[in-house]
C-alpha cells in the first residue's frame, strides 16, 4: 500500500529536523521510501511503501548530486527535492545487505 507524506521544503538534508531524519521517521515504521516529488507549494511530498510489522529496512540517504556516493550504498532514486527552500537534484541511497 502506497502512503504519501508531506516534508517541509525549508528543511536541510542534514540537521535535526532534516529531511533524512523525517525519512528515517518514517522508515523505522516499516514505511520504505520510494520516491518524491516537488508540489506547487513547494513542499516534497514522499512516496512511501508500507511493508509487513517488523520489518527493518537498511538505512536510507538523501544527498546532493554533487556529493559522491556513501561507501556500501546503492542508488534507489534520482530526481529533485525542495531542500532548504532551494529546488535541489538529489539522490537517495540504501545501504547493501
Do not use: C, H
Not at 18 to 33: D, H, K, L, P, W
Not at 50 to 60: D, F, I, P, S, Y
Not at 63 to 91: H, L
Amino acid at each position: 500500500m502506497e502512503i504519501f507524506e508531506t516534508i517541509d521544503g525549508k528543511l536541510p538534508l542534514e540537521g535535526d529536523p532534516s529531511i533524512n531524519t523525517v525519512i528515517r521517521g518514517q522508515e523505522v515504521r516499516a514505511r520504505e521510501f520510494k520516491k518524491s516529488k516537488i508540489l506547487e507549494n513547494k513542499q516534497n511530498e514522499v512516496t512511501l511503501e508500507q511493508r509487513g510489522a517488523g520489518t527493518v529496512l537498511r538505512e536510507l540517504k538523501v544527498v546532493k548530486d554533487t556529493e559522491s556516493q556513501p561507501e556500501g550504498t546503492e542508488e534507489v532514486w534520482k530526481g529533485k527535492m525542495t531542500v532548504a527552500g532551494k529546488e535541489t537534484a538529489v539522490i537517495a541511497y540504501r545501504m547493501k545487505s
